[in-house]
């Protein structure tokens, strides 16, 4: 499986309920050194879908998972509306314009055949979601949003025979809700013990080095676990519209020259300048975690930021 950078630039609301972890953190300024070379050739990006080519500049018609419908194909989510704090059924189809027929053939795509992310509006609630599919193209996965307020569910696939795409649609979970300020930047983050260190930048328009090093009680991790193929994969949503990228590693493990960690580094392309938050999955120990970051990229400043010391996460998690 080519591992090389894909990036699907989407927004994104995702809840979930199985195998939470909570990842609390913050950002770093984005710094502007020349971007390394990539790591992987040869892999292809569909124009117009959000996706790019690794190392290569954004998409020629924009950013992904902004639109519900693109290229032929819908995002049918028949879950529009949940309540905040219950466990309920997420639902959705992606339908073929035109015949109105669900998709039932689907090219898998780092072990699966749909990716789903959740996020809040504010950024701070987020899920990367396997949901099951029947046999009549309906996917489905339980869910249970923490807060109420409004969310955003990218649906991240390639159907048989056709380009990879994002698929972007609103979901609203009902009851009292008080937005929070996008969590203050911070160059670490910590979740449930272990300590991960972002260096590296975002630049708008060109390609550049994100490095994250995970640790736990002081000591540098070496044995991650592969996870959906990688050491790590990393999701950046841009505040403001939730446009995603989504981006994975350089190397890949069994390649020869990749190793378990500490350091897992990735080559990316932000689309403008703005704030970013960016959700780092690793696998250790046989459980995924999340650790989330905010970055400014291109001389954004921090007026959307909580003003307060501690960082307005609420939650970031991880299900499966």
């Known amino acids: 499986m080519n591992t090389g950078l894909r990036i699907a630039v989407f927004a994104a609301a995702l809840a979930a309920t199985f195998g939470t972890a909570y990842g609390v953190g913050g950002a770093v300024d984005a710094i502007s050194p020349e971007p390394k070379g990539s790591a992987h050739d040869g892999h292809e990006g569909a124009a117009g879908t959000g996706h790019e080519e ?8 924009g950013p992904g998972g902004l639109e519900v419908s693109k290229n032929g194909y819908t995002l049918d989510l ?7 704090g219950e466990k309920a059924a997420l639902r959705f189809a992606v339908v073929r314009v035109g ?6 053939a689907y090219q898998r795509e780092h072990g699966k055949e749909l990716h789903l992310i959740l996020a809040s509006r504010d950024l701070t609630v987020y899920r990367h979601l396997h949901p099951t599919r029947a046999a ?6 339980p869910v249970e949003l923490p807060e109420a307020g409004d969310y955003r569910v990218f649906a991240d696939f390639k159907p048989e025979g056709g380009e ?11 009851g009292t809700y008080e ?14 013990g272990y300590e991960v260190t972002l260096d590296g930048s975002l630049v708008p328009g060109r390609a550049g080095e994100l ?22 994969h990393l999701v950046a949503l841009r505040s403001g519209d939730l446009a995603y990228l989504h981006v994975h590693p350089n190397g890949e493990p069994g390649d020869g020259r990749t190793r378990p960690g500490p350091e897992v580094s990735f080559t990316a392309t932000a689309p403008s300048a703005g704030a970013y938050r960016l959700f780092l999955d690793f696998r250790h120990d046989g459980k995924v975690r999340t650790a989330a970051f905010t970055v400014h990229v291109g001389g954004a400043t921090d007026e ?7 960082p307005a996460e609420r939650e970031a998690g991880h299900a499966h």
């Open 211 to 232: 490095t994250l090093k995970v640790a736990k009680d002081g000591k540098p991790v070496s044995d991650l676990q592969p996870y959906l193929g990688s050491y790590g």
């Open 78 to 84: 028949r879950t529009p509306r949940v309540e905040a």
């Open 54 to 61: 690794h190392g290569g500049g954004p998409a020629a018609t």
């Open 136 to 141: 009549d193209g309906t996917w489905s996965t």
């Open 304 to 310: 959307s930021e909580t003003s307060h010391g501690e």
């Open 179 to 192: 937005p929070a300020g996008l969590p203050r930047r911070s160059a670490t983050a910590e979740v449930d």
């Open 164 to 174: 990879a795409l994002t698929l972007g649609a609103d979901l609203a979970a009902s």
């Open 99 to 104: 015949t109105g027929r669900n998709v039932t």
